[in-house]
C-alpha cells in the first residue's frame, strides 16, 4: 500500500479513485500517565512516554485507514492529511489524531 | 454567709442590667419600626411603584432594620438583629395584600412581589432556596431533559445511516470490557461511505477527469466532550470519546454528501475534515468537513 501526501502518484496510472479513508485515535484520558508526563516536563526530560503514546496513536489512525483502503480493493492512497489536535483533558493532553486521504486503485 | 449576700447583690445587678438592655433593644425596635413605617407612608403618599406594587414593601424594611441597628450600636453596643424590618414586613404585607387589597388575585406579580418582600426580610435564606435549591433543580431538570434528548439522537441517527449488527464486533483496545459499551464498525461505516456514486476525494484535482465545479461546500457536527477531569475508567471514557467523535464525523461527512447532491453534484474536491474546541470552556467539539463541490463525468 502506498501512502502519499501529493495529489498524484508520479509515473503510474490511476485507474480507479476508491473512495475516501479515514483513520482516527485518541491519547491522554489517563490522569495517572498526564502527572507523570508534567513531571517529567518539570525536571526537563524528554516526555518521551508522550512520544511514544502519539507515535502509537498515529500508527492505530494509519492502520485503520490501510485496512479500510484494503476493503476497497484498493492498493495506495492519495493526499494524504495526519492531523493531530488537542482536546483539553486533564491537563491539555488529551490528543486526537486523524488519518485521511484518497483511497485508489493504480497500474 | 457574706459571700451568700455578695451572690444575691450580683445577680439582682445582673438582673437590672438585662431590664435595662431590654428596654433599650425594645426603644430600638420602636424607633427602627417608626422610622420603617414613615419610610413606607412616604412611599404610599407619592405613589412610588411599578406596575401597582409599591416600592415601600422593600425600602421600609430595610430602613427599619438599618435605624435600629445603628441605634441598637450606639447605645447597647451590639446588633440585636433588625426585629423592626421583621416587624414591617408583617405589616406592610397585611396591609398591603390582606387589608388594603383582600381581592388580590395569584398572578406572576403577586408572585414575584412576595419573594420580593421575603428576599427583603430573610436575605440569606431566600438567596439560598432561589440560587442552590431552585438553580440546582432547574440545572438538573435540563441536564436530564438533553440526556434524553441526546438518546431519541443517537437512536434517530443510528437508524438513518448504520444499519448493521452490532453484537459480534469487538472493539480495537482488548482491555476494555464490552458489556454495554456500543460498538462501531469502522469498516462497514467506510464501506455505506463510499458505497453511494459519489467521489470524496482530499485533493485539489482530479487526473484524466472532466469535471465541473459547483461551489464550496462546508458542514458541521457538534459532539459533546466528555467533561469529567477525573475518570474512574480512563480506558472506557476514551473508547466512548472516540466513538462519539468517529460518528460525529460520519454524520459530517453524510451531510456534505447530502448538500451536494441536492445541488446536482456527484462528488468533493479537496475534501478537508477539521476538529477544533468550541464553548465556553472548550466543553464540545466541532467536526467540519469542507471543499469544492463538483459535477464529474464519467
Known amino acids: 500500500m502506498i501512502l502519499t501526501s501529493s495529489n498524484t502518484l508520479e509515473n503510474k496510472k490511476i485507474i480507479d479513485y476508491k473512495g475516501l479513508v479515514t483513520g482516527e485515535s485518541l491519547i491522554g484520558a489517563n490522569i495517572y500517565k498526564d502527572l507523570f508526563s508534567g513531571v517529567r516536563d518539570v525536571v526537563g526530560g524528554r516526555t518521551s512516554k508522550y512520544e511514544e503514546e502519539i507515535q502509537k496513536a498515529r500508527d492505530i489512525s494509519l492502520q485503520s485507514m490501510i485496512e479500510k483502503a484494503e476493503q476497497l480493493d484498493a492498493n495506495a492512497i492519495i493526499g494524504l492529511k495526519i492531523s493531530y489536535d488537542n482536546l483539553g483533558g486533564t491537563m491539555g493532553n488529551t490528543i486526537l489524531v486523524t488519518a485521511y486521504g484518497t483511497a485508489i486503485k493504480y497500474e | ?298
Open chain 2, 1 to 298: 454567709m457574706v459571700q451568700q449576700l455578695n451572690m444575691n447583690n450580683m445577680e439582682f445587678k445582673n438582673k437590672k442590667i438585662n431590664k435595662k438592655q431590654i428596654a433599650q433593644a425594645i426603644l430600638c425596635i420602636a424607633v427602627g419600626t417608626a422610622a420603617g413605617l414613615i419610610v413606607y407612608g412616604i412611599f404610599l403618599f407619592f405613589h412610588i411603584d411599578i406596575f401597582g406594587w409599591n416600592l415601600g414593601l422593600i425600602f421600609a424594611p430595610l430602613a427599619a432594620g438599618y435605624v435600629e441597628t445603628i441605634l441598637a450600636n450606639k447605645i447597647i453596643g451590639e446588633n440585636i438583629g433588625a426585629i423592626s424590618a421583621f416587624i414591617l414586613f408583617i405589616d406592610t404585607t397585611f396591609y398591603s395584600f390582606i387589608l388594603k387589597n383582600p381581592t388580590l388575585g395569584w398572578n406572576i406579580i403577586t408572585a414575584g412581589s412576595i419573594i420580593v418582600i421575603l428576599q427583603a426580610a430573610f436575605p440569606t435564606v431566600i438567596n439560598y432556596i432561589l440560587l442552590v435549591v431552585i438553580g440546582g433543580f432547574l440545572s438538573n431538570f435540563f441536564k436530564t431533559i438533553k440526556k434524553y434528548e441526546m438518546k431519541i439522537h443517537h437512536k434517530i441517527r443510528n437508524q438513518q445511516f448504520f444499519r448493521w449488527k452490532t453484537e459480534d464486533p469487538k472493539p480495537e483496545n482488548d482491555d476494555i470490557k464490552t458489556e454495554s459499551l456500543p460498538v462501531y464498525d469502522e469498516l462497514e461505516t467506510n464501506r455505506l461511505l463510499n458505497n453511494s456514486p459519489f467521489y470524496f476525494i482530499t485533493s485539489p484535482d482530479m487526473k484524466d477527469k472532466q469535471y465541473t465545479i459547483i461551489k464550496l461546500f462546508h458542514s458541521e457536527v457538534i459532539v459533546e466532550k466528555n467533561k469529567k477531569i477525573i475518570q474512574a475508567e480512563p480506558e472506557k471514557a476514551e473508547y466512548l470519546q472516540l466513538i462519539r467523535i468517529k460518528d460525529g464525523k460520519d454524520e459530517c461527512l453524510f451531510k456534505l454528501l447530502n448538500k451536494i447532491k441536492n445541488e446536482g453534484g456527484n462528488g468533493i474536491l479537496d475534501l478537508s475534515i477539521n476538529y477544533s474546541l468550541i464553548g465556553f470552556s472548550g466543553d464540545n467539539i466541532q467536526i467540519t468537513a469542507m471543499g469544492i463541490g463538483v459535477l464529474i463525468e464519467d
